[in-house]
């Protein structure tokens, strides 16, 4: 057994210790990383002010039908009126906060930032995806990021911010009933990432047949309200085949033909795409490069990848797999993303932050809040986050943060509780040494052993 | 509130000169422009005289009477209305358009084009370095130039493949907090020189970026959440370029050109996009005003768009498209384009615009005819594998 550092744990695996996180844990973490995955809902996130995405898509309906003129103006003065948007926009921050500054070591908050940028949707996309983005998360990746991939998977192209992000919602078959109608047709955007980002990847050597073939399975996919002009219902906002918009007939996708001719053609395809070898490979690869190194041992991605494949797609059997491979605990090697190093910052100096706060500093170093600029997401290698004046941005950041600290803390104390025993002679000299409590604590957040997980 | 922008910007530059290969003192200036998504090339140059055209493009043709307006450039092609800036430079004969052009890659998937775009090899997935890093590698270097000293900026924390390489590269994004204290930054180069060689270079380039930037003399809004616009972008880059001692290759990245579904016309998505290009090109030109007689600004896209619509009043990704040069050393006022036509035999694969022009062809002109590249380096090793893409003549002087 390689000697599993608490701190290489809680950085690498988590958002990072908090004051008193690592000395109370002993020198092995995987015991305490393990058992966050076991606890019951660890992935949710609920709370009374958190409304689904169909609620959402509901209210802004009503809002925007708010009469125009003096009436409207005088309703939006009124100081109970608060834009769907920014409501739905703070209290869904407002949540990851509490979350993200709570829990034991983060992994699961981990894994959910993994598989948002696997399933990417991005809020400046459009308005519905803006206001659903943090419900997709909410509804489509939490319950089954410890769960099986293939429920992830039908959950995230069923979900309205998903199917309105790829314009799934308006692609009707050009053969169907809509389509003779109405002479519109299908766009092959979400058929082209659902194979090259979302399961096999492009390796996997499918053609623009397939690709073809696959828009026109997934004609139909739509939820209540995407047209803007349906009137309101309990389902509004809610998933919605349109059979009638549905293409006619079986179609073909990667040598399997699929006869069906309705909502369970897709589900099929969904369904074999989820257990194909080559997704499994690319799904084991990418959380190996994300929480290990770009380069790592080729036995641990084939071990996940046989896990995958033995368990029927079972991602917390893949994250297991993962955390008890030696070769997982390492060098240190990849900087932490602007998200990492926010939340580890905050926990290590046990400071809160606003939702404001968070949307500003996320933006400014790199990693807006689901709103990573393309579907293939933020860069996840290990010099993605080095370019540039990105370092003297986090500095500048640490300074602002670290004049916020509580006059008490002693910055001595402080690094041996978040470092461990990976804190090298050369950085404790540099904090002890420092002329100000909070310019030490600035340099411990910019340490090498801080910045590096 | 979460940002509603629809980009991000990108640049990063180098501060190597090649002006002693020329007799006559020149100090040429290039930003390379990438827009990442596919440009729709048939919307922002529709060839009206196409017989073709208007029905292959129905309600999105604009240019057809009742559809939208357009800017006039040679009676065959157009322009799309939101091109103003760009318009004005073709008119002053510092615009050139080149059209149906496209990089070697013929499949649709972005990212396999984006590499192939940014890599300049043959076909995807050799990511290790990018064309504009090699090409720096074998820009001729005078006994008057100092040694390469990287002086790099851009404006997304990472570096873009087209930028990866052996030649030194910097990044830059324009502020968004109180610089910090001289004294702490010093410790912390301290530290760094110690025990990580990495962070340390990291550190150093970042430094010298801000202080190139002017970073640290202005106070920065503390409310900003949206990430920096086009024009943002445009102008630091060429606040940049203009400076003296600054470096003089730079790139942009614009993302959001991934127009499925209700692209418009006149009006629209695509419409508001190349507002924002066009806005971000007068930044450019502004900027780079006492040096635009050395300026090439290059616009260009991984793949162009279906030629026609498709069912939601978008467009899918196709394969051949447009690329745009602009600046005063460009020998512009004309269309560049052997076109393949709109008929549809005459379309690839019976969906695209057929490419008739090898983009490589485009920039190994400009490459060596503007800072001087051998075409041995274009074709060994700058695009590997391109010995019979000749380098387009006359794009320059």
Avoid at chain 2, 116 to 135: H, K, Y
Avoid at chain 2, 337 to 362: C, K, Y
């Amino acid at each position: 057994m390689v000697f599993a550092s608490a701190s290489i744990g809680f950085h690498r695996f988590g958002l990072g210790p908090r004051s008193g996180d690592l000395s109370l844990l002993g020198d092995d973490p995987r015991g305490v990383l393990l058992d966050e995955l076991d606890e019951p809902g660890i992935a949710l996130l609920r709370g009374g002010d958190l409304l689904s995405a169909a609620e959402i898509i509901t209210e802004r309906h009503r809002q925007d039908r708010l009469p125009r003129g003096y009436l409207a103006a005088a309703i939006r003065r009124l100081s109970f009126f608060v834009p769907i948007d920014r409501r739905v926009f703070e209290a869904e921050v407002q949540a990851r906060i509490d979350r993200a500054l709570i829990v034991r070591t983060g992994l699961v908050e981990r894994l959910v930032t993994f598989w948002m940028n696997h399933f990417v949707v991005e809020t400046g996309a459009n308005g519905t995806v803006r206001r659903t983005a943090a419900a997709f998360e909410r509804e489509a990746i939490r319950p089954f990021v410890l769960g099986r991939f293939e429920d992830m998977l039908v959950a995230a192209s069923r979900h309205p911010a998903m199917l309105s992000y790829f314009n799934s919602a308006i692609s009707v078959g050009p053969n169907s009933v809509i389509g003779r109608q109405s002479g519109r047709g299908c766009n092959e955007n979400h058929a082209r990432e659902l194979l090259e980002l979302h399961t096999v990847g492009v390796e996997a050597g499918y053609s623009q047949a397939d690709v073809t073939a696959l828009s026109k399975v997934l004609t139909g996919w739509s939820y209540r309200g995407a047209s803007g002009d349906d009137e309101l219902a309990d389902d509004y906002g809610c998933f919605w085949f349109v059979a009638d918009a549905h293409e006619p007939g079986g179609q073909r996708v990667m040598d399997v033909d699929y006869p069906q001719t309705g909502l369970d053609q897709g589900e099929a395809v969904l369904s074999t795409l989820a257990a194909h070898e080559a997704t499994a490979r690319r799904i084991a690869w990418k959380l190996v490069r994300h929480f290990v190194s770009d380069h790592p041992a080729p036995d641990i991605a084939e071990e996940v990848t046989a896990v995958f494949l033995e368990s029927g797609g079972d991602l917390k059997a893949c994250v297991r797999t993962l955390l008890l491979h030696d070769k997982a605990w390492g060098p240190v090697v990849k900087i932490k993303s602007p998200g990492e190093f926010l939340w580890s910052a905050l926990r290590a100096l046990g400071l809160g932050i606003d939702v404001a706060q968070v949307a500003r500093v996320l933006s400014a170093l790199g990693q807006p809040l689901w709103n990573p600029h393309a579907p293939n997401g933020f860069p996840d290698h290990a010099d993605s986050w080095l370019a540039g004046n990105a370092m003297t941005d986090r500095l500048d950041f640490a300074e602002e943060l670290a004049a916020r600290v509580r006059i008490d803390l002693d910055p001595l104390a402080l690094t041996d509780a978040v470092l461990g025993k990976r804190c090298s002679a050369s950085t404790r000299e540099h904090i002890a040494r420092a002329q100000t409590r909070s310019q030490a604590l600035a340099l411990l957040l910019m340490s090498p052993e801080f910045q590096r997980r | 509130m979460p940002p509603t922008c629809i980009s991000s910007g990108s640049f990063v530059a180098w501060s190597r000169t090649p002006r002693t290969v020329y007799a006559a003192p020149r100090d040429p200036r290039m930003v390379v422009v990438i827009l990442r998504g596919a440009l729709d090339g048939l919307a922002v140059v529709p060839p009206i005289g196409d017989p073709n055209y208007a029905r292959l493009r129905g309600e999105l043709a604009i240019g057809v009477a009742g559809i939208g307006r357009i800017l006039s450039l040679d009676g065959f092609f157009s322009l799309h209305d939101a091109m103003r800036t760009l318009h004005a430079h073709y008119v002053a004969g510092d615009t050139l358009i080149v059209h149906a052009v496209a990089t070697p890659y013929r499949d649709r998937s972005h990212f396999d084009g984006q590499d192939v775009l940014e890599s300049g090899m043959p076909g995807p997935r050799d990511t290790v370095s990018g064309w504009l890093n090699r090409a720096v590698l074998e820009l001729p270097v005078g006994d008057q130039i100092e040694v390469a000293r990287p002086v790099g900026l851009a404006i997304s924390p990472t570096v873009p493949l087209i930028f990866r390489g052996a030649a030194p590269t910097l990044t830059w994004t324009p502020p968004n907090f109180q610089s910090a204290s001289p004294d702490t930054q010093s410790r912390l180069l301290e530290l760094y020189g110690e025990i990580d060689p990495a962070l340390l270079r990291a550190f150093v380039e970042g430094r010298e970026i801000d202080s190139l930037s002017g970073h640290g003399d202005v106070p920065v809004p503390r409310t900003k959440t949206a990430g920096p616009s086009f024009r943002e972008a445009a102008e630091g880059a060429a606040k940049l370029l203009a400076a003296e001692s600054g470096p003089r290759i730079a790139a942009l990245v614009f993302d959001g050109w991934d127009t499925h579904a209700n692209e418009g016309a006149e009006h629209g998505k695509l419409a508001r996009l190349l507002a924002a290009l066009d806005d971000a090109l007068d930044g450019l030109a502004s900027g780079l005003k006492s040096v635009w007689h050395d300026t090439v600004i290059v616009v260009i896209t991984e793949f162009g768009r279906t030629a026609r619509i498709n069912g939601n009043e978008g467009t899918d990704h196709g394969t051949a498209t447009t690329a745009f040069l602009m600046g005063g050393a460009v020998k512009g006022g004309r269309v560049v384009a052997d076109w393949p036509g709109l008929g549809n035999s005459q379309l690839h694969q019976g969906r695209d615009l057929m490419p008739t022009t090898d983009l490589r062809a485009v920039l190994k002109g400009l490459l060596r005819d503007h800072l001087g590249v051998s075409e041995f380096a274009l074709s060994q090793r700058v695009f590997p594998s391109s010995i019979a893409v000749r380098p387009l003549n006359g794009l320059i002087g």
